[in-house]
Structures are given as C-alpha cells and as structure tokens.
C-alpha cells in the first residue's frame, strides 16, 4: 500500500522502493528510471523530486509545490524538451517543460536534434554549486540523448556527487548509456502496467468515455499509461494511432515487398519512429498469437510457431539496432520475413 498519492498507474512496487528511501532518509545520489516509454518514469521522478523539496511531503499546496508544478523552483532543474531549429524555438513554450537556459541552442551553429551536449550539461551542472537550502533535484529525462562527450563529463559529476543533490535519471534504451554511468545509479525498472489497471484510470480520469471507447482506447495503449491519457484526450492522436496500426495490419495480412521497403525507409529515418514501430509490431504480433491460439485457421501461413520465431526476430532486429546497426538495413530484413 502506497503512503503517497503518486500521480501515476502501475509499477507500484519500485513506487514503494522510492517510498522507503524517502522516509529512511536514504536517498541516492542518482536514481535511472528505465523501462519502456510512456510508462510513467518521468511522472514518477517528478513527484520525487517534489517529496524531496516540499517541506510537507510533497503536499501539493505550499509555495515549493506551487514553483515546483511551475518549472520555477530554484532548487529543481529539468531537463525534458529541447531547442531544434525549425522544430522547437518557442523557449517560453519549452520552459514549461525545460528550465534551464537554453539560448546557447540558438546561436550558431545552431541545435538542429534533441542531442544532450557538452554544452547544454555545462549550463545545466552551473546549478549544482548554487548556494540554496534543502534538496537540490535534477531530472533529466531520456538520457541516452547524451553525445559521449556529454556522458563522459556527465560521469565525472556522479563520480564525486555533490552533497544534498540527487539526479533523477530517465531512460527508454538503457543498453544505450555507458555501463560506468548505470553503475553509478540506483537504478528503478519500469514496466508496462496491466490493461485492468489503465481501464481503472481511465474510468476515474476520462469519465465521458464510452465503454467501447475505452476499450479501444486500452487497446492501443499497450500497456503504457501516459499514452492512455494522450489517447483519451486527443481525437487527433487516437486517429493516428488508429491508422498507424491499420497500416501495420496492411503490411502482416497482405504482404507486398515494395509496400515494406517504403514503410522501411520511412520508419528508419527517426530513432522514435523505429522504437514506435518495433514497439507496436511485438504488440501486433503477440495480439494475434493469441487469436491464432484461440481461434486457428486454416492453411494459415501464420502459425503459432511462425509467431513466436516472428516475435524472436523482432527482439533479435532491436538487440541489433541498439548495437548502432544500420536501422533501415534492420527493419527491412525484419519485414521481409513477415
């Protein structure tokens, strides 16, 4: 049972280990969330942080939890959404979601990914000797954006940790960051989190929901809470969805080899994109392994054991673009096998 009153579904148990450090008073240095996207990993390092600055555990109403809630606190640096020429320039819009100064991205040569740099730690870590009572917390979400550079420097500061300083670390690729780095960390693991679970949320949340919509809404979600409530309350987003995963049937029930190539192409062109496709296809294909199961068909060339190999390859063709294989090269064998 959870004493707080987390802002997240699911994943209770590390919630509790968090819990524990917090009232033992043995907080680490540096804790990584890892665990898949849209999860609940920064929810959840941002209400820690909260815990660990509010004078009154995190109580949501004094003045701390108000900057807190704001991306204003002087004891709270956040690092989330970056500036990316001709994607993101509107640095009033991004200091609701990044708090540190980022008008370095803006001058030449100018940001043009979400690639953390040397740089951006340097303007981030000037916080850490700024003279300030209680905790301070940095959260810096989806780490394995750092450069090496930027890691090896990053590594010299969780070698000698300030004191009263806690970085609060989110991963979607921990095979991505340097071993040295994950040694350093408490680290918590994430899981997707069980469809009765985000039906329960939904119902509470987005009470207008129609059975029917929430089912679907559960469906598409795939285990990930946060995507639950994008889902639920954007049409738009639910509708690309919709289509996303129709397309995917397209390519699984009706195969044709230039239809593939193309998705490849298109798909390899953004890290995102790859993870959201593999993502989606493991999900795909253990749906309908169940279905087979349930309902076998005839001459099908889809067998349960054609499923299971499908899904070993599809593990096998992530493994491998974590290990900085050509990603287009990768997608495309996998497809052409289905």
Not at 55 to 74: P, V
Request: glycine share 4%; aromatic share 8%.
């Amino acid at each position: 049972m959870l004493k707080f009153d987390w802002p997240t579904t699911g994943n209770e148990n590390r919630l509790a280990e968090l819990e524990n450090d917090f009232e033992s008073r043995k907080i680490s240095h540096a804790y990584l969330f890892s665990g898949p996207m849209e999860v609940g990993k920064l929810t959840a390092a941002r209400f820690f942080a909260q815990l660990l600055i509010c004078r009154n555990q995190g109580c949501g109403e004094c003045d701390d939890c108000k900057l807190i809630r704001a991306n204003t606190h002087q004891n709270l640096t956040l690092v989330d959404e970056l500036w990316i020429e001709g994607v993101n320039e509107d640095l009033e819009l991004l200091a609701k979601k990044t708090n540190f100064n980022q008008s370095h991205r803006t001058k030449n040569p100018k940001a043009k990914t979400d690639t953390i740099r040397i740089d951006d730690l340097r303007e981030v870590l000037a916080r850490v000797n700024q003279t300030s009572d209680g905790w301070k917390v940095f959260v810096i979400h989806n780490i394995e954006r750092m450069n090496r550079e930027a890691a090896n420097f990053f590594l010299k500061i969780l070698e000698e940790p300030p004191q009263n300083t806690t970085f609060l670390l989110t991963t979607s690729n921990q095979s991505l960051l340097l071993p040295t780095i994950v040694s350093r960390c408490r680290v918590m693991n994430f899981g997707n989190v069980n469809p009765t679970a985000i039906d329960a949320m939904l119902r509470v949340k987005f009470p207008n929901l129609t059975e029917e919509e929430r089912n679907r809404v559960v469906n598409f979600s795939m285990g990930k809470p946060i995507r639950a409530q994008r889902l639920a309350e954007n049409p738009t987003v639910f509708r690309e969805f919709k289509e996303y995963f129709e397309k995917l049937k397209n390519l699984v029930e009706k195969p044709n080899i230039a239809e593939k190539l193309a998705f490849a192409e298109k798909v390899s062109a953004d890290n995102l994109e790859v993870q959201k496709f593999l993502e989606a296809l493991a999900y795909f294909l253990r749906s309908f392994m169940l279905t087979r199961a349930k309902q076998p068909v005839a001459n099908s060339r889809y067998t349960p054991q054609k499923l299971v190999e499908l899904i070993r390859q599809l593990n096998s063709t992530r493994k491998l673009i974590g290990g900085n294989v050509n990603p287009r090269l990768a997608v495309e064998s996998l497809l052409l096998q289905i």
